[in-house]
């Protein structure tokens, strides 16, 4: 072994890699599918969501395998019924406070939340109470933004900060209130915002999406002079 690759064993699999290898890297490497939501390799590497736990042998500890660095000699466990039975409970506290219109939520098809609670067999909400609430923020022609869907991942703020370098958006608030905003509350179209898009790229919930322009909002309007339907100008769908 040279001295920069470090020994460890992911499910009983011995693995070789290099020394700053994450555990969710080595897992990947071991062929392991972990669920993760907030992680976007090199740019969002922050545990936040919790979904991406291991268990490490020695010390019994539950880990953010994303952000652990892997150490020479570690035993990881990453499928044991106490590893699924908490990143379920994790995925379950993130919907009890999260808007769930799946129906007319315009990133139904793509939601990454809702996949993981579908494979994770989640039929229930079972932590029902208080919500956060937020205004919608419909202030720009390109951009829709829902704060009640998002799950503060930060992934929105990571490409806005470190690739486009636009800083238009900030985690701000605290505790329950806690929201992802432009700064001071204000809406996208007061701040620096360049309408990119980058955001809604990332976002794995329906928080930040591109507004849609579609022909079934058209207003239909009968002529019975012309025996024609006469549309009207698009309408904006914004929920
Ligand atoms: Fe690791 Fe979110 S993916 S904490």
Known sequence: MTDNKIKLWI???EL?????????????MAGRDIPTLCYLKEL????????????????????????????????????????RKTRRLNLEFLLSNHKV????CLKS????????????????????GEKSTF?????????????????????CVSVC??????????PEGRGFMTVVEPAFY???????????????????TGAITEREYIDDVWEAIYDPAKHVIVQTAPAVRVA
């Open 109 to 128: 098809d793509d939601c990454e939340l809702r996949e993981l609670a579908e494979q994770m067999g989640i039929r229930d909400i079972r932590f029902i």
């Open 186 to 204: 204000n809406s996208l179209s007061e701040s620096p915002c360049v309408l990119c898009g980058q955001c809604s790229v990332v976002c794995p």
């Open 11 to 13: 499910d009983e699999e």
């Open 161 to 170: 900060h470190e690739v486009q370098s636009v800083k238009a958006i900030v």
């Open 44 to 83: 969002n590497e922050v545990g936040a969501c919790r979904l991406c736990l291991v268990e490490l042998e020695d010390s019994g500890k539950l880990v953010a395998s994303c952000i652990t660095p892997a150490v020479d000699g570690m035993r990881v466990k990453t499928n044991t019924a106490r590893v």
């Open 101 to 104: 219109d799946c129906p007319t």
């Open 135 to 155: 205004t919608k923020d419909v202030s720009t022609p390109s951009l829709y933004r829902d704060p009640e869907k998002c799950i503060l991942c930060r992934r």
């Open 16 to 28: 070789e890699v290099d020394q700053g290898t994450t555990l969710l890297e080595a897992a990947k």
